[in-house]
C-alpha cells in the first residue's frame, strides 16, 4: 500500500515539475530561461528514449568537433612545416587531415536532428504524461485478505 501510495505521489510530483524545453539556436530554454547541458539531461532523465536521442546528438557533435580539430591541426602543421624546412610538401600528414575533415561533415550532419527528436520526444511525453493522469480510477476493493484501494491510471 505504501508503495503504490508513494508511486503515485512521485508521479503527481513529476507532473507539476515537469517544464517543456525549447531549442533556439542551439541553446535550451526552459520557461523563457537557458539551461546548460547538464540540466537538459537531467530534465531528460525522466524518458530514456529521449535522453538516448539527445545523448546520441552530442555524441555526434563530440566526434564530429574532435574530427575538425584533428584534421585541421595536421593540416595545417604539415603545411607550417612544409613552408619552413626543405620537406616535400604535401606529406601523409595533410591527406590524413584533409580526410579527417572530410569525415567530420557527414558525423556533424545528423546531430542537430538527433537533439531535436530527443527534445521532442521529451515533450510529447509531458503532454501525453498529462493526458493519461486525467483519467485514473480509484477503487475500494476487499477479499479474504483484506480490504484495500485499487488505483488504475
Not at 42 to 53: D, W
Not at 80 to 86: E, H, I, K, M, P
Not at 94 to 102: D, F, N, V
Request: glycine share 12%.
Amino acid at each position: 500500500m505504501k508503495k503504490i501510495l508513494l508511486t503515485f505521489a512521485l508521479l503527481l510530483s513529476v507532473l507539476s515539475f515537469s517544464q517543456e524545453i525549447n531549442l533556439e539556436r542551439g541553446k535550451y530554454y526552459v520557461n523563457g530561461s537557458q539551461i546548460s547541458t547538464r540540466e537538459t539531461k537531467q530534465l531528460l532523465a525522466s524518458n530514456a528514449e529521449a535522453l538516448s536521442k539527445f545523448k546520441s546528438g552530442l555524441g555526434k557533435e563530440s566526434a564530429g568537433g574532435f574530427l575538425i580539430g584533428f584534421g585541421g591541426a595536421l593540416v595545417i602543421t604539415d603545411l607550417v612545416v612544409g613552408l619552413v624546412s626543405d620537406v616535400k610538401y604535401p606529406t601523409a600528414a595533410t591527406y590524413i587531415g584533409a580526410g579527417a575533415l572530410i569525415i567530420a561533415i557527414p558525423v556533424l550532419s545528423g546531430k542537430n536532428k538527433k537533439i531535436k527528436e530527443g527534445i521532442d520526444l521529451y515533450n510529447s511525453g509531458l503532454k501525453n504524461l498529462g493526458e493519461t493522469n486525467s483519467n485514473f480510477e480509484v477503487n475500494l476493493i476487499g477479499n479474504q485478505r483484506g480490504y484495500g484501494i485499487q488505483i488504475r491510471f
